[in-house]
Every structure is written in C-alpha cells, then in structure tokens.
C-alpha cells in the first residue's frame, strides 16, 4: 500500500475516534473516554500530595480530601470520580470543563480572585523539613543552603512573597515537579531542605521515620484550604458546601479526620457549622 495513503487513513481513523469519544491509551489499545455529566462529580487532584491526595500501597487513590469528597458524592448520589492532573495544568483542566472542582489542599490565599471557592476548611501551615543531621535547626542556618520546593505550591508563594529576602539568603531555591522527587533529592544530597505544606511534612516524615527526618520549629507561613470551583458554576458550589455543611454538624468530617490524626488534620479543622 502507498505509504502516504496510509498514513491518510491513519489520522482519519484517530479523527473518528476522537469525535466519537473514544482514546488511545499508552500501549495503544482503545478506550472509552471519561465523559463528565451531572451525575458524576470529576475532582481534579494531585496524586502526589498526601494525605490529602495519593496512591496508597495498593495503587488506590485515597486521602482526607478524597474521603470529604466520597461522603458528599454518595449523600448526593453522585459518582466520585478521582481525576488525577498535573498540577501546572489544573486551570486548563477546570475552564476546560475536564474537572469539576479542584479539591486537594488548595490554598484560598493569594488566589481569592481566580475561582468560585468554598467555604475554608483547613488551617495549614508551611514548613522546612530538613536531614535530622543536617544541623540545620533554624531559617539563618538555611543560609547557603540548597532549597526544593514543588512548583506553583504555597511554599514557593511565600518564598517569592513575604518571605523573599529569606530565600535569598539561599543558595539556590529549585522547583520540582512533586515532593516525591524533593524527598529524593534530600536522601541524596542534591538538597538541604525542603519548603512544603506541614500535613505532607508529617506525613513524609511518618513515612520514612522521624530518625531521618525532622521539621523546622518555626513555620514559613500560614493559609486556608478550599474547593476550587470555575467561576459561574455556583450551583454545584452551593451544594457541595451545603452537604459539607451537614457532614460537619453531625460529626462525619471529624470522624474522617481521624483516620489522618498522626498528620495534624484534625487540629487544622475549621468548623463551618460553628458559626451558624
């Protein structure tokens, strides 16, 4: 066969594939495409960001974030479905309609403006995890150091914001794709520290042992978690927090919060029904 006509065929078949639904998997088998509609909920998350999203030993997406949104799903009768995405690209993925919310410790502040958000409902903090060591114990130690942080997280935030002329007492501040590939780098030597959120300090650290690893006393900074929804959608908005709400007053998000106790989550709980 003409090679030219073949290669013709071949985008003609992938054109039909993509109008009717359909994709290419990466062993190129067939596929049905995920289809988004209102009896699904399609939560946009980093799956390298525990506890609040992560694959556990089994190869399952879990977390504290992911449980909140389980709970709301089946009181709504919903489907959950667990979307993980690039976290560079999570604005593409919402405006595009991909996903539905963003919900996987999302930080409120600094952001106020670029998405519909829920109600608060994490107080988090960040910190420096560093080799326990290191004899790095304080922020002036950190000086001429080599410091990590994941790309677009709060952390970098704080250290390109309020706490600017702290990284530049370092070496070098590097942005990495997740914090796996950051803990990894500090096994090895390739870093000093590590600029993260404290719940995935603790989790990291209760992991991989606190003989290893230990965090700074004194924190970067502070913020709030929310559910980042596109802006317009409110009515999607309004039923999640509804249901949110009611999960709070009778005693189920504090009830998944304990399954995360040993990483500080239900101490950074806010309640939303308090106030009420």
Same mark, same amino acid.
Request: hydrophobic letters at 30%.
């Given at each position: 066969m003409n090679k030219k006509y073949l290669g013709v065929m071949i985008v003609g078949i992938l054109m039909i594939c993509a109008v009717v639904g359909y994709s290419y998997s990466p062993d190129n088998t067939v596929v049905a495409a995920e289809t988004n509609d209102d009896?699904?909920? $399609? $939560?946009?998350f980093d799956a390298e960001f525990p506890p609040y999203?992560?694959?556990?030993?089994?190869?399952?997406? $879990?977390?504290?974030?992911?449980?909140?949104?389980?709970? !709301?799903?089946?009181?709504?009768?919903?489907?959950l479905v667990k979307q993980p995405i690039d976290w560079d690209a999570k604005d593409s993925e919402l405006n595009s309609g991909t996903i539905d919310c963003i919900w996987n410790g999302f930080t409120i502040n600094g952001r106020e403006n670029d998405y519909l958000w829920s109600e608060p409902y994490i107080d988090n903090k960040q910190v420096f995890v560093v080799k326990k060591d290191s004899g790095i114990n304080s922020f002036e130690s950190l000086s001429g150091k080599t410091v990590e942080t994941q790309k677009d997280s709060s952390?970098?935030?704080?250290?390109?914001?309020?706490?600017?002329a702290l990284a530049g007492t370092f070496a070098t501040l590097t942005q !990495?794709?997740?914090?796996?590939?950051?803990?990894?780098?500090?096994?090895?030597?390739a870093c000093d520290a590590i600029a993260l959120d404290k719940g995935v300090a603790q989790y990291q650290i209760s992991q991989?042992?606190?003989?290893?690893?230990?965090?700074?006393?004194?924190? /970067?900074?502070?913020?709030?978690?929310?559910?980042?929804?596109?802006?317009?959608n409110?009515?999607?908005k309004n039923q999640v927090?509804?249901?949110?709400?009611?999960?709070?007053?009778?005693?189920?998000?504090?009830?998944?919060?304990?399954?995360?106790?040993?990483?500080? $989550?239900?101490?950074? /709980?806010?309640?939303?029904?308090?106030?009420k």
């Open positions: 009896t699904k909920l $399609v $939560v946009g999203g992560y694959k556990n030993d089994k190869g399952e997406y $879990v977390g504290f974030d992911l449980d909140l949104a389980q709970e !709301v799903c089946k009181r709504n009768g919903w489907t952390a970098l935030a704080a250290l390109e914001g309020d706490q600017k !990495v794709a997740d914090y796996n590939t950051a803990f990894m780098d500090l096994e090895s030597g991989k042992g606190s003989d290893k690893y230990i965090m700074l006393e004194k924190e /970067l900074s502070s913020e709030q978690y929310g559910i980042g929804f596109k802006k317009g409110e009515q999607l927090q509804k249901t949110l709400n009611e999960m709070y007053a009778d005693g189920t998000v504090a009830k998944i919060a304990e399954n995360y106790k040993d990483y500080g $989550v239900p101490g950074s /709980l806010i309640n939303q029904t308090a106030n």
